[in-house]
């Protein structure tokens, strides 16, 4: 059987059509901008991993408590194929999902999904209120203060760092330049 492979057009509105929060929206743009980054420094399928990177949280704000089994039914409904699905589900491993993350694809939606929130918040904090002009090393500043974006947590970060087999700046570093591409879409665009 022909598996649907859902175009960008197809997660945005499913992505829209369980999220009416402009900033549930502006995280799923700031992941899909990070994993198609990602994607293309290592050759991989940057529309999959766009697209899947897009509606992660798909069933965050209607369905907290039941974050990433809701999105898996779901997707599953919508007629996505399995991969998609497990990989959108293994992002919660350890949180609210038992799916390990294993693939590339996996393993860097995990590590940046919370990333995409301390490297938004540090940029708002700056002086420009921009991702343009901020570095590795002003998130790893915020990084020490666990009271700033204390919801943020550092050791999924860690964890999704080591599963990559990357150092913390560099994967940092990754994420700002992924972010920097939607920076206006996301409200990092700065104060200019």
């Keep these: 059987m022909d598996t649907h492979i859902p175009t960008r057009q197809e997660a945005w509105e ?13 995280h799923a743009l700031a992941v899909e901008a990070v994993m198609r980054h990602m994607a293309r420094k290592r050759g991989e399928d940057e529309e999959m ?33 399995e991969d998609y699905i497990r990989a959108v589900v293994s ?5 609210c999902s ?4 294993l693939s590339p694809l ?7 999904d919370e990333l995409t929130g301390l ?6 904090v700056r002086p420009s209120k921009s ?4 570095e590795a090393s002003s998130v790893k500043k915020k990084w020490k203060d666990k009271r700033f974006a204390a919801g943020v947590d ?22 700002i330049l992924g972010m920097r591409l939607v920076a206006r879409e996301i409200g990092l665009g700065g104060n200019a």
């Design 106 to 112: 996996e393993r860097t939606l995990y590590a940046v």
């Design 131 to 134: 991702i343009l002009d901020m």
């Design 14 to 26: 499913i992505l829209c059509r369980y999220n009416e929060s402009d900033s549930l929206r502006r």
């Design 49 to 81: 991993w766009g697209v899947i990177g897009l509606v992660h949280d798909l069933d965050y704000e209607r369905y907290p408590e039941e974050h990433c089994r809701k999105s898996a039914e779901i997707l599953a409904a919508a007629g996505w194929p």
């Design 119 to 124: 490297v938004a918040t540090s940029a708002l």
């Design 98 to 101: 038992d799916v390990e993350p």
């Design 154 to 175: 550092r050791a999924v970060i860690k964890r999704g760092a080591e599963l990559l087999g990357a150092d913390l700046t560099s994967l940092i570093t990754d994420t």
């Design 91 to 95: 992002h919660g491993w350890g949180i």
